[in-house]
């Protein structure tokens, strides 16, 4: 009897340890996946556009070159101009876009709330419907006098209805007891927000930083569209220019004289470059919140 259940064991752990070799393969499988695509960006940025169109991406160039970056900060004032601009308008955004709404959706959460459907449909609404590019522009410019402002590239992502419903879900996966206890203690409304629900929503807030914070960081369209002044204008805006010139200069056929020197303009090394260079702060601050991102993301959208 103990020698057949030596044997199961024996067995069962065989089985166990097929089952974790296997879940380990594909985990290393997926990240290789995962990481090998940046690895060949971050090496394509330094080959020679000769070697792109010959030999494609490789993780070990041939021949190694800077000129793409040389390229990008030919004029060094603008890119760190451009970082000052963004990174302002990111970190004010994302802490303005949080406090707003978490504020907007826990009304939205609390079940005792008069008329909370209604502000739901309209808040909705503006999910499935918007006002065009026109309306959008005059508001901003004639109304807000968000021209040639910081303000300009923080205000328009200001509230996102799909961030305002994800928190609200988050919200309601809370233990009503916890705010009933509160209230009895003689907690008002604002307290049992502070203390006691934005503590818990950790996850979700998280979650929704990482979101909004992207969208803040690769925002080039507002800073398009609402400013004329170099001072103002995004990273993204002044790498997507110095994309577009190179790109211009290369296919330009007037500029016969300059041949030889645009055709060893490095097109591609540049567009690899400028991925560089925009993603490496939301590579740092990736792992920090990364704990935080499954939790929110699974209860926020399936509860409610």
């Given amino acids: 009897m103990a020698a057949n259940d030596s044997a199961a064991a024996v067995r069962a752990h065989r089985d166990n340890s097929a089952y974790t070799t296997i879940i380990y393969a594909v985990v290393i499988l997926f990240g290789l996946a995962c990481v090998i695509p940046f690895l060949l960006m971050l090496t394509g940025s330094f080959m020679v556009d000769d070697d792109i169109r010959r030999y494609g991406y490789q993780l070990i ?4 070159t800077t000129f793409a970056y040389e390229v990008l900060f030919l004029f060094p004032g603008r890119v760190f101009s451009g970082y000052r601009v963004t990174l302002i308008t990111t970190v004010t955004g994302v802490a303005s876009h949080l406090i707003i709404c978490s504020l907007c959706a826990y009304p939205l959460s609390v079940r005792s709330v008069k008329y909370r459907r209604i502000f739901q449909v309209y808040i909705l609404i503006t999910m499935v419907l918007n006002g065009g590019m026109v309306s959008w522009y005059y508001v901003c410019t004639r109304i ?8 300009s590239m923080i205000l328009p992502l200001l509230v996102s ?25 003689g907690a008002g409304q604002l307290r049992i927000f502070w203390q006691i629900i934005i503590p818990l929503s950790q996850p979700v807030l998280a979650a929704v930083a990482l979101f909004i914070s992207i969208t803040y960081w690769n925002d080039w369209y507002n800073s398009l569209m609402l400013n004329d002044l170099p001072q103002f204008f995004s ?27 645009i055709e060893n303009l490095p097109g591609e090394g540049v567009k690899l470059a400028t991925a560089m260079i925009t993603v490496g702060p939301i590579i740092l601050i990736y792992p920090f919140i990364q704990k935080y991102f499954v939790k929110g993301i699974i209860v926020g959208a399936v509860k409610g």
Avoid: C, W
Wanted: proline share 5%; glycine share 4%.
């Fill in 161 to 185: 209805p799909l961030n305002i419903y994800l928190i609200r879900n988050y919200y309601m996966s809370l233990p009503e007891e916890m705010a009933e206890s509160a209230t009895i203690d």
């Fill in 61 to 64: 160039p041939k021949q190694l």
């Fill in 144 to 151: 807000l006098g968000l021209r040639n402002t910081l303000l």
């Fill in 235 to 261: 990273l993204q805006l002044i790498l997507r220019t110095i994309v577009s010139q190179v790109q211009f200069l290369r296919s330009n056929t007037v500029a016969a004289g300059m041949k030889e020197l």
